[in-house]
């Protein structure tokens, strides 16, 4: 049971998060507020890295993963 996990983790702790759930085998609980996390665990949408423009309070740009991959329910 996961309880908004992302809140204090940066932007790779994050990602490199998405790809180990994405590989679990098993039942997930999820709750999070995350929106990109969420499509990106339960619905398999591809992982998306956001540019260093974010760090400066803008929304930044997305980016497609190369490591990502999709995932079947």
């Known amino acids: ?6 809140t204090h ?10 790809r180990a759930l994405r590989r ?4 997930i609980l999820l709750v ?12 398999g949408a591809p992982v ?4 260093s423009d974010s760090e400066e309070g803008g929304e930044g740009e997305y980016s497609k993963d190369e490591d990502s991959e ?3 329910l």
């Open 1 to 6: 049971m996961l309880d908004e996990a992302t």
């Open 9 to 18: 983790l940066d932007q790779d702790t994050i990602l490199a998060f998405i």
């Open 24 to 27: 679990y085998v098993g039942a």
């Open 32 to 43: 999070s507020h995350d929106r990109h996390f969420t499509r990106c665990v339960v619905e």
């Open 48 to 51: 998306l890295s956001i540019s």
């Open 70 to 72: 999709k995932v079947v």
